[in-house]
């Protein structure tokens, strides 16, 4: 099944370019996840106040212990630890977008590769593509059991969007379900290289380009220290305004996904952020992140309440949408599902 009507998404991210502008002091809605189920109705509300705000929103007692956090951070520093040629073992395979890839993300904002690396584990597609134990041992099991936990997490917010868009408190579960084979929910390992002094403020140079992310939900982990994520809340794509977003060890920033604005009738907003290079001054060694994608399944159809948008399965979504990111040899724009 496939949308008849262009993607808006892609003109919209060409749209904003690679300029700087400019960036201010700003605050990201915090929202407490405790005592979940007899809260529920108020996280709900929070949770839609947020979302219809800015699209993005940081989660606390969320039920991930910070141990689990730091042992999957270390986890991802050993992993991108590795020589080039280890890594090069377990390739990106853009059939399935999974694996390792090394600067070839390259955003239709800033058309320049992202200054990263990242390794990309869905859980059935990873056939070829995982270290072996004697190379990260125990590194797979961390791995999947962390993508477990978010997964659960993602679950409890899409709960709250799905019963005030009229949905069942379980479709987007339903939509996301681990046990399906075309499952491609995504837990994303990023490294974000050392920055030369001498090229600081280079013409082109950004660790990740101004984007809206492709999915349903996206939960992100930062690491203490390693700043630079920035949001743009407003509405013009001519003269963005961005507000940095701190990393905190106990708390889940999130942000819409191009899916759920597609599913909600436009109504929550996929909203641009980056993660832009240091300002001299400033912290210039590596990054690490780590993404959750809460990505429906391949045969999911993504079709709001209204029908404002022509019914499209999420496997076509997603394969347009990721082609305009990546590289295809020779340097082109290519498709990699």
């Known amino acids: 099944m496939t949308s008849a009507r262009p993607m808006v998404e892609l003109t919209r991210e060409s749209r904003i370019g690679a300029v700087r502008s400019t960036t201010v002091a700003g605050e990201v809605p915090r929202i407490d996840l405790a005592d979940f189920a007899a809260r529920r109705d108020e996280i709900a509300e929070a949770l839609w106040d947020a979302a219809m705000a800015v699209g993005f929103f940081q989660v606390v007692n969320h039920g991930i212990e910070p141990a689990r956090v730091r042992e999957a951070f270390a986890m991802t520093e050993r ?3 590795l020589p080039d040629p280890v890594k090069a073992q377990y390739p990106h395979r853009k059939a399935d977008n999974v694996g390792w890839e090394s600067r070839a ?4 904002s800033t058309g320049t590769p992202d200054q990263k690396e990242s390794y990309q584990i869905t859980r059935p597609r990873m056939t070829g593509l995982w270290p072996a134990e004697s190379e990260l041992p125990g590194f797979q099991a961390a791995m999947l059991d962390f993508e477990s936990r978010c997964w659960s997490v993602a679950m409890r917010v899409l709960s709250c969007f799905a019963h005030t868009l009229g949905f069942a408190s379980d479709f987007f579960a339903a939509a996301h379900d681990p046990a399906r084979p075309d499952y491609q ?3 994303r390992l990023l490294h974000y290289y050392p920055v030369d002094p001498a090229s600081l403020g280079a013409a082109g140079l950004w660790r990740a380009g101004a984007h809206t992310d492709f999915d349903c939900l996206t939960l992100l982990f930062q690491r203490a220290g390693q700043g630079g994520l920035e949001v743009c809340a407003g509405k013009d794509l001519d003269n963005p305004v961005w507000t940095p977003v701190p990393p905190e060890e106990d708390a889940i920033t999130c942000n819409i996904g191009d899916m759920l604005m597609r599913w909600s009738d436009d109504r929550l907003p996929s909203n641009f952020h980056r993660v832009r290079t240091p300002e ?3 912290y210039l060694g590596s990054r690490y992140s780590i993404a ?15 029908g404002k948008h022509a019914p ?9 949408r990721v082609a305009a ?3 295809a040899a020779g340097g082109a724009p290519g498709a990699v599902r």
């Open 79 to 81: 992993f991108f630890g």
């Open 105 to 108: 993300q390259v955003r239709p």
């Open 185 to 187: 929910s995504t837990l």
């Open 280 to 282: 001299p001054g400033e």
């Open 292 to 306: 959750f994608f809460a990505q429906a399944n391949r045969d999911a159809v993504i079709a709001g309440p209204s």
């Open 312 to 320: 499209i399965s999420a496997g076509d979504y997603l394969r347009q």
């Open 325 to 327: 990111n990546f590289q």
